[in-house]
């Protein structure tokens, strides 16, 4: 029986029997019983073996019988050693999510030393009924109800339709010896509690739990499906991008059905969780410039939209300007050009060009950020004084527009909000001799 699934599992997904497969086995029965039946199969594979040095001396021997296995058969193996703990420490990880990072990066260089095509794991269905019932205890969305995928990029499960009945009976039939694992009885893990305690309640009431648990599996999986689609759909209606801002608009948010479960999976790719979430909504009455922050990212609050950017992406930047010249300036590349004033010249009013009065400036100028406390004096306020930070309020700056807006400074003097307003201080009047013209390329 495990035979023919295997062979199922391999022509419904199209895989070549020619196809080379690495065999994951820890020397449990699952694992042995998938090796058994690909030898059976005579499929070209190679066995690898993680010893992770989690329990001493029963890591060793559960090494030793994998290898004997292995010779046994003529199948070809390798076996690797890790210390997980250690790397487990230095990471900043879980035991288990060390185990996995080294176990899957092993196998990943292996494949591509031996130019094998897939990554075979003997996960089967009392994995998947334990794995929704840990992610329902946990809180989890509809994805989280589906189970385990049996085709995941380069890695295969073929053994989900199977229980672990049909495995140990395989076992037996084929008089199969395997290793077991003492922590698999401690009820001091989650997983544990619930295949020895929940469980086998579970099929008291329903004999046929498993099955029932695959069949909701793959009818939860066509729900994620249309779930998916109906998000990328409001997604396509809602989301705009402005450079490298991802823009959401607001108000066409409240109007969905699930305001709270599409922002969540909007957002939830970049680090914002729910309580976040929940928060992110109660700003859509607040006054704009609210602001949150997941990582390297920021969603700050406007008035017709809730902008995302990356905050690791928003440059510092301070240059000094020593004469004239061409300048490339983070982003920018810009030019700095002195000429004479004559009776033709006509001042620019494209933004990204700014004329002063030349001897009003003192070099080297500087280009830097702004900072809380810079003020200028707009042109035409007549030398009044403005603090920045109400000027880029009425301009309804975002905050990402503040952070990356650069500043021409000359004696510590704002001389020009770069692409935006020139100071007073330094408009060309009727007295002007020679004129800088700075200008964006």
């Known amino acids: ?74 199948i070809a193996h390798s076996v690797k ?12 990880l879980s035991v288990e999510m060390a185990a996995r990072e080294l176990r899957y990066t092993w196998f990943r260089e292996m494949k591509e030393k031996k130019k094998m095509d897939y990554i ?10 334990e794995t929704v019932l840990i992610n329902l205890c946990r809180g989890t969305g509809i994805k989280g109800l589906t189970g385990i995928k049996s085709i995941n990029g380069d890695i295969l499960r073929p053994l989900l339709p199977c229980s672990r009945t049909d495995i ?14 003492s922590t698999n009885n401690s009820l001091d893990y989650v997983r544990n509690k619930i295949r020895h305690q929940i469980i086998p309640v579970l099929k008291e009431i329903n004999p046929s739990f498993l099955d029932t648990m695959t069949e909701n599996c793959e009818t939860l999986k066509e729900t994620e499906e249309i779930f998916q689609y ?4 409001f997604q ?34 970049f680090g914002f969780n729910k309580v976040q979430i929940r928060d992110i909504l109660n700003t859509h009455t607040a006054i704009p410039g609210k602001q949150f922050i997941a990582g390297h990212h920021t969603l700050e609050r406007g008035r ?48 990204d060009i700014a004329c002063l009065d030349a001897d009003k400036l003192q070099f080297p100028l500087l280009i830097r950020n702004w900072q809380a406390g810079d003020y200028f004096c707009p042109i035409g306020m007549k030398k009044s004084k403005k603090k920045l930070s109400d000027f880029f309020r009425d301009q309804k700056f975002s905050s990402k527009q503040k952070q990356e807006c650069l500043l021409l400074l000359s004696d510590e003097k704002i001389a020009w909000i770069i692409g935006n307003r020139p100071d007073d201080r330094f408009k060309i009047t009727s007295f002007t001799s020679n004129i800088l013209q700075i200008s964006i390329l």
Not at 81 to 92: M, P, S, V, W
Not at 120 to 129: G, L, P, Y
Not at 241 to 262: G, M, N, R, V
Request: with cysteine.
């Open 1 to 74: 029986m495990i035979q023919e699934t295997i062979k199922d599992f391999l022509q419904q997904h199209h895989i070549s029997r020619d196809a080379g497969f690495i065999l994951a086995v820890s020397g449990g029965a699952d694992s042995i019983c998938m090796l058994h039946a690909f030898k059976y199969l005579n499929l070209k594979m190679l066995v690898l073996h993680c010893n992770f040095s989690l329990r001493g001396k029963e890591s060793d021997m559960d090494e030793q019988f994998v290898k004997r296995f292995c010779d046994s058969y003529g």
């Open 81 to 92: 050693k890790f210390d997980t703990l250690k790397y487990a420490r230095e990471n900043g």
């Open 120 to 129: 075979v794991v003997a996960h089967h269905a009392d994995d998947v009924a």
């Open 168 to 181: 140990l009976k395989y076992i037996e039939d084929h008089q199969l010896g395997f290793r077991t694992d």
């Open 230 to 233: 109906g998000i990328h759909r």
């Open 236 to 269: 396509e209606e809602i989301l705009d991008c402005e450079e490298d801002e991802l823009l959401i608009h607001i108000s066409k948010t409240l109007a969905t059905p699930a305001p709270y479960t599409f922002l969540y999976e909007t957002l939830k790719p």
């Open 304 to 351: 017709i939209f809730w902008r995302l950017y990356d905050n690791s992406k928003c440059c510092r930047t301070v240059a000094s300007i020593p004469t004239t010249g061409i300048y490339t300036i983070g982003k920018l590349k810009v030019e700095f050009t002195l000429f004479p004033r004559t009776e033709e010249f006509v001042i620019p009013q494209q933004p």
